[in-house]
């Protein structure tokens, strides 16, 4: 199967499969098709299969272009039907891993979908997961689905393996594919087959580990890494703003070090899918062997208490003109995740929405990039634009993304107050009613 399958990679014969078309999958099919396979998407929402087979791209990390080029010419397709399986050689799995309302991993899609792929599962085929999750998720959940679903040996009749998705949307440098990659599989033979697999669609470097539980581990690293460092500047920016010191400026100072340092910044809290949800993931995992990760858990307790700090701070600039929270009109500046793109998934902003109108504050928003947002199943519509009469008419405006195509010159001069959360304002010179996290 080894020589069978590498064999079919130098040839390009292999036919591969991708399952979950979003931020992770849709990037990967995209060049996995680019580099000549040919590649069938899966995706239970009709709608994001229905744009894939018009060569409509939903996704900013994806050039449209290429979308339209790839599909046109038969290279890439997506289906909703699961039999496709049975016609591809390489499946990666990249669907949600979220929390659960307690806070514990949810694995459903990744548990429905190792079931629906062992029906169809035939001999000489790679399963690679995808989707961040807790070590040991390959080798104990999908493993024992994939061999008694389909009847197939893992080793001998197929290989299994995990490598971590790395997406980093909006990153002008780095993308999927440049970014290197991390392969760790059941058995030396898979470990090499997979990793042959990347290196020919990926130009980042292919980095092999010994098993997918290393794999697994190594991307929990990664976020939990930057969990416990923006909690500490977290923290450190509480402290500062007590002690009337520029946190913004201490940062930049310690950059200076061309060594030892490694700049994080503090927020209104922790967005996206990876950093604010892998934390729980190592948490509820090692539980399970007695362990406790109390500086991981007092990071996390930190930033998830950020927007309620920011909504304090909020009342505390409008005490100044003796206004109350309560009836205050706010306008929020940035929904979005990060700067520069139109994702919003674990936005600490929509919470920081929700604490403030929760307190009686009239709250809309404005994101060039985001018209509207879904929360807690409600949908809200936001601003198309801003004037100077409109800014005018709010009594605080909160800035809780840097985008970096706002005009922050015309929003200070036009605004009452601004409670910058992000810095974004570090270049605006009048700076006698900003007032920073």
């Not at 078309?21 to 069938?40: D, M, R």
């Not at 949800?277 to 996390?300: C, N, Q, V």
């Not at 600039?317 to 109350?324: G, T």
Request: charged share 25%; glycine share 8%; hydrophobic share 40%.
């Amino acid at each position: 199967m080894k020589q069978t399958l590498l064999k079919k990679i130098e040839n390009k014969q292999i036919t591969v499969g991708v399952i979950g078309l979003g931020y992770v999958g849709l990037p990967l099919a995209v060049e996995k098709a680019k580099t000549g396979f040919k590649t069938i998407g899966f995706d239970i929402q009709s709608q994001k299969v229905d744009m894939v087979n018009l060569g409509d791209n939903y996704i900013g990390d994806v050039v449209d272009n290429d979308l339209k080029d790839l599909v046109k010419s038969g290279m890439l397709s997506a289906t909703t039907d699961f039999s496709f399986v049975k016609d591809v050689d390489f499946i990666a799995i990249c669907v949600p891993t979220p929390l659960d309302d307690h806070q514990q991993p949810d694995i459903s899609y990744v548990r429905a979908s190792t079931e629906e792929v062992a029906k169809y599962l035939k001999r000489e085929t790679m399963v690679v997961l995808e989707s961040t999750t807790y070590p040991g998720t390959t080798e104990e959940l999908i493993k024992p689905i994939l061999e008694e679903g389909s009847g197939l040996k893992c080793g001998v009749d197929f290989y299994l393996g995990f490598s971590p998705e790395r997406v980093d949307p909006g990153n002008l440098i780095y993308k999927t594919k440049n970014t290197p990659k991390v392969v760790g599989a059941i058995g030396e033979d898979a470990t090499e087959v997979i990793a042959a697999m990347y290196s020919a669609v990926l130009e980042g470097e292919v980095f092999t580990v010994s098993s997918p539980a290393i794999a697994e581990m190594e991307k929990i690293l990664e976020n939990t890494y930057r969990n416990i460092n923006i909690g500490l500047v977290n923290e450190l920016a509480m402290l500062c703003n007590k002690m009337n010191i520029n946190f913004w400026e201490v940062i930049e100072a310690a950059k200076s070090k061309p060594y030892g340092f490694q700049a994080f910044y503090p927020g209104p809290g922790l967005g996206g899918h990876c950093i604010p949800l892998d934390p729980y993931y190592l948490s509820w995992k090692a539980r399970e062997y007695g362990f406790h990760t109390s500086m991981i858990e007092s990071s996390m307790m930190i930033n998830d208490r950020m927007p309620e700090y920011c909504v304090e701070r909020a009342s505390e600039i409008l005490n100044r003109d003796k206004k109350a929270l309560n009836g205050s009109k706010i306008l929020m500046l940035g929904v979005a995740y990060k700067q520069d793109i139109d994702d919003y998934r674990e936005s600490p902003a929509l919470k920081v929405i929700d604490i403030l109108k929760n307190a009686g504050a009239l709250v809309d928003f404005y994101d060039p990039f985001i018209i509207e947002y879904k929360y807690q199943g409600q949908k809200f519509c936001g601003l198309e634009s801003t004037d100077a009469e409109m800014l005018k008419g709010y009594d605080l405006v909160v800035i809780t993304t840097a985008h970096t195509n706002v005009d922050y010159d015309f929003i200070a001069t036009n605004s009452k107050w601004i409670f910058d959360t992000k810095n974004a304002t570090k270049n605006v010179k009048n700076r006698e009613r900003i007032i920073l996290l």
